[in-house]
């Protein structure tokens, strides 16, 4: 799949993402926390897939009510989170570790 990426305001993104899930899963507060530089060039449909099954899946483990999202940025890097109530996913299910997704060649 060819990469889409177009000048994007991350914040913008969240609020309309937070605003989505709210309205489809009464009972949760999802928050969305927003800070620094979120403006860039990102390809936002598959940013929105990958943070919908985030929300999906802490929405569904979590043992909570409240799910938070978090992007704060640089001028060099984003940093995203999501984050609910429930206990941690270990070492041992996740497989691998995630934290930190380096750019591929083509990007």
């Given amino acids: 799949m060819p990469i ?3 000048d994007t305001d991350l914040a913008k993104s969240c609020t309309k993402l937070q605003s989505k899930f709210k309205r489809r899963n009464a009972g ?3 928050m969305c926390k927003t ?5 860039g060039k990102w390809d936002v449909e598959r940013l929105k897939q990958a943070v ?3 929300l999906l899946n ?3 483990h979590g ?3 409240q799910v938070v999202v978090s992007v704060s940025g640089d001028e ?3 940093v995203l989170t999501v984050h609910n109530d429930g206990p941690p996913i270990s070492a041992t299910v996740a497989g691998h570790d ?3 997704v380096g750019a591929g060649p083509d990007s």
């Avoid at 800070?35 to 403006?39: K, P």
């Fill in 76 to 78: 060099n890097s984003v």
């Fill in 52 to 54: 919908s099954n985030l």
């Fill in 35 to 39: 800070h620094g530089t979120l403006d």
């Fill in 63 to 65: 043992t909570g009510k």
């Fill in 28 to 30: 949760f507060d999802v």
């Fill in 58 to 60: 802490a929405i569904q």
């Fill in 4 to 6: 889409a990426a177009a």
């Fill in 98 to 100: 995630v934290r930190s």
